[in-house]
Structures are given as C-alpha cells and as structure tokens.
C-alpha cells in the first residue's frame, strides 16, 4: 500500500472523532490528533482499535503511545503490517 | 422563574407536538415485538419515536460517538432543546470560558442500563473489555448524562446527576430551585431522562407491577385512576426546565412560563404503612404540605394537580394524601390529572416530564384530559368532577406537582403563574 493510500485510510478512520472537520482537508502527516484536529484524548483508543481492525494488525501499548501526529499514526500502521 | 423547556416524550418532540398530544389525548404507548419475543407480561410501553433522525440533526458525527445509550441522547435533545427555548445559542466554541453560572442538575433512575446490558456486560464476559473502546463509562456512569449536557452546552456551575427513583425529575427541580435561592447559581437546568430499555422494563415486569393484559390495545393500557387499572405502562424519554433567577431572567427580557414557588424532597422513612416500595401516608402528606408552606400558599389556593397516579392500587391513596394535605373537602377539590395515561410511567424522567407539561398547561391555560379512567375507581367516585377525561380550557394560578418513588421517597414542587407586576419580588 502507498503512504498516500494509507494515509488517506487513516483520515477516514479518525473522522468520526474529529472536532475540527475542516481541518481535516488540509491536514498532513505532521498534523497533531489532539491539538490541531481537536480529538479527545481518550478516543486515541477507538483510533487504535480501529487501526487494528481495518489493518487487521495487532498495536500494543507502548506503539499505541507513540500516537501524535498522523505521520506517527502511520509510521505504527507501516511497522505492524511490514 | 421557568424560563425554558424540553421534552421529549413518547407522544411527542419539542412543545409544540407534546402540547398537541396533551391537548388532544394522544397516546404515545405501542405494542413492541421484542417484549412479546422475550416472553414480557407487559409488551406495551412509551419510547420517544425518531430519535436517531433527531440526533443526527442535531449532533456532529464526533458528538454522536458516545451517545449510544439512548438516556444520553435524550438527555442531550432535551436539554439543547431547552436551552434554545430559552433564548441561549449552543456554543461551537470548546475552548473558551464556560458559563460558570449555569449548572445542570439532571436525574435518571438506571442510567446507560441499555448500553451496559446490551453491549459492555457481552463484551466484558467474551473476554473483550479491552476491545470496547473508550467511550463506555461516560455513557453508563451515573451523572452521564449531566456530564453530556455540561460539556455540550460548556455549563460551568454544578453538573451532576440525582437518583431517587420515580421521584428523580421532580427532585432534580426542587435541587436547582433551592440552588438559586441559595444564590448560588444563576440558572440550573434541572429534570430527569430515562433510557428505552427492555433490560430497565424487565425488572419491573418481574415484579408483576406492569400493566399485563391490554397488549392488544395499547393506547388504553395506562389507565391511572381507573377502576380496571392493574398496574403501570413502562415508558421512556427526556424533560429538561431551565430555572433562572428572577434577577438574571429581567435583566435579560426573559420569556417567562412560571415560577417555583416552593418545593419540598423527603421520605416517609419506610415506616408506618410505607415500605421499599410503597409510599408512607404521612410523609407523603408532609412533603406536600411543606411545599405548600415553602410556597406560602393553602391547599385551596391550588388549582390543579399534576398527580403521581401510575395506575396502580395506589392511585386512591395517592388522592387521599392529596386531600388531606390540601385540606380541602372532595367536591372543592382542584383539578387533577395524570401525565401517565399517555405516555405511560417514564420512571426517573417522569417528574421532569411532567413538569413541562405542568408549565405548559400553566403558560397556555389548560388541564389536559386524563384518559382511560372513565370507569373511575370507585374510591375516586367523590372526586368525578376534578377529573378531566379531555381536555378543558381553564387558566390556572397554581399548579402542584409530586413524584413518588421506590425507597419510600417524595417530591412536590408547586408552580404559579408569573405575574409581571412591577413591584412583584418573591
């Protein structure tokens, strides 16, 4: 899968807990899940379990902490499916 | 002062189609497939219709993440609903300063028990907790609810959720009245929602205390003061009054619909003929009559009653408690009506539901019919006149409403309507 295929999954999966919708359009892979795109901290966990169900991985604590920006959410997604 | 109102009712979304339902005697009690499929005595009950369209209108796709147990998306409708027929503006903005003069005490008696029941409790013993995700304990803790509506609506005073069975709605008013009194908050929403759940319906179908033989007819199956009622309807739903202090509601040309005139929350401590689950007399009378003092007013000063009645063997004990804490002989007894004949018996929600249809009977000048009690309880015979089967056009001074709950507790809020008079200071 491509970095932008992925990409664009990962958009789609943290969708539904973004407060900041428009900034979605715009958003890159240093864009921040809590600061720049207004996710509750606590849906971090629905991300993962997300991530692991649409990538069909298994993510651990220590990865799942590693989870700040999208570029993060998809250097995990990228290291679990290699 | 009661400056705004919410419902959502089993026969009926907002004022305006709750208002028609009362006025008109629409029932909002259905038969339900999956109570008869899961083998209930009682397989009629009242659920708001529509809710899923109403929250996605209402709510962005991340605020509906957690509204999956359906007493914190009635919860939510109504008390947005409320604070909009209020004159407030739902704020977008979460990062600014909250409005620490609002506060929002809103009761449930079983709070998220359809998420719990329906998806925690399989997933937790499938060995799965870990794949639930977070958003599970917002939704079933106790004060969800009043969590939900504090953080929609950025209320910064009190936000908590109150418990007390069937009394929870009219509890959570008499707390927020007494809060502003106090002084310390300006506005409170204040009320009770309950979840549309078979699980919170099955127990009490265990206990034999539903209404178990009218299925085939549901519209008749509340029948509160009535001779063949043989027990209480299940229903479900959300009502939501925003109270404000006299000072806040002038100073910002609030529209007015009444105002608390005094209320009063004991508990006839399961003693004397009361129990877990039925009401002491005494205190019953007491909690009436202390609301009444609290309101300054006497019994013959009431001019109608929003009743408990549930239609159970108590409904006659409940008027007698009525009158003799009113002190008033049956023939010069107020008018009395029971909420529950059409939307069915909404538990910790029904006090707050109630009360809206209290204020709006008092704001519009009517007493809704109670229906199905046409074959009144003979015990109720001396009362014939005072009950309404439909609806009559009168404006009343004084309202009084009373919730009574498992846990021998009660509440009695006592409305009036607001009289604009320059020099008026309660």
Same mark, same amino acid.
């Given at each position: 899968m491509t970095d932008q295929a992925t990409f664009d999954r990962v958009i789609d999966i943290i969708k539904p807990y973004v407060k900041n919708g428009d900034r979605l359009a715009t958003a890159k892979p240093e864009t921040r899940l809590l600061e720049d795109l207004g996710v509750n901290s606590a849906r971090l966990v629905d991300i993962v379990l997300a991530f692991e169900d649409e990538f069909d991985i298994a993510i651990d604590d220590e990865a799942a902490d590693r989870v700040s920006t999208l570029g993060d959410a998809i250097a995990v997604i990228q290291e679990k499916t290699r | 002062m009661v400056t705004g109102l919410g419902v959502l009712a089993p026969n009926g979304h907002g004022l305006a189609e709750f208002e028609h339902a009362l006025r008109a005697g629409c029932s909002g009690i259905r038969f339900f497939p999956h109570l008869a499929e899961l083998k209930f005595g009682c397989q009629v009950g009242g659920a708001p219709q529509g809710v899923d369209a109403i929250a996605e209108r209402y709510f962005s796709e991340e605020q509906r993440?957690?509204?999956?147990s359906n007493v914190i998306a009635f919860g939510a409708i109504a008390a947005v609903d409320c604070w909009k027929d209020a004159g407030f503006e739902v704020p977008y903005d979460w990062t600014g300063e909250p409005d620490f003069d609002t506060g929002a005490i809103i009761g449930t008696g079983v709070a998220g028990i359809d998420l719990m029941c329906r998806v925690a409790g399989p997933a937790i013993d499938n060995g799965r907790a870990r794949r639930m995700g977070s958003t599970i304990v917002e939704q079933v803790m106790c004060s969800g609810v009043s969590a939900r509506i504090g953080g929609l609506l950025g209320l910064g005073g009190q936000v908590s959720t109150n418990s007390s069975a069937c009394c929870t709605g009219t509890e959570a008013i008499v707390q927020a009245y007494w809060r502003i009194r106090e002084g310390r908050a300006k506005r409170v929403l204040a009320g009770g929602v309950e979840a549309d759940s078979h699980y919170a319906w099955g127990s009490f179908d265990a206990m034999r205390? &539903?209404? =178990?033989?009218?299925n085939h007819e549901p519209e008749r199956a509340s029948r509160p003061m009535s001779a063949s009622a043989s027990g209480f309807v299940p229903g479900s739903g959300a009502g939501i009054l925003l109270l404000e202090s006299l000072g806040s509601a002038l100073e910002r040309g609030a529209r007015i619909?009444?105002?608390?005139l005094g209320g009063q929350v004991n508990s006839g401590g399961q003693r004397q003929s009361g129990s877990m689950t039925a009401p002491n007399p005494y205190g019953v009378r007491r909690c009436i009559g202390d609301a009444m003092a609290a309101a300054g007013i006497r019994g013959d000063e009431i001019d109608a009653i929003n009743g408990h &009645?549930? =239609?159970?063997?108590a409904d006659p004990r409940e008027i007698a408690s009525w009158q003799a804490a009113l002190g008033v002989p049956p023939e010069r007894f107020p008018m009395v009506n029971s909420t529950k004949s059409l939307i069915?018996?909404?538990?910790?929600a029904a006090g707050g539901i109630e009360c809206v249809a209290a204020l709006l009977q008092l704001d519009r000048g009517f007493v809704h019919g109670s229906i199905?009690?046409?074959?009144?309880?003979p015990e109720l015979e001396p009362y014939r006149c005072s009950i309404p089967t439909t609806t009559i056009e009168r404006q009343s001074r004084i309202i009084a409403k009373a919730s009574f709950g498992f846990g021998d507790v009660n509440a009695c809020v006592i409305f009036g309507a607001w009289d604009p008079e320059p020099n008026h200071f309660k």
């Open positions: - | 993440v957690s509204m999956k205390v &539903l209404a =178990a033989n009218r619909y009444g105002e608390v &009645l549930t =239609a159970t063997m069915g018996h909404t538990l910790g199905n009690c046409e074959d009144l309880h």
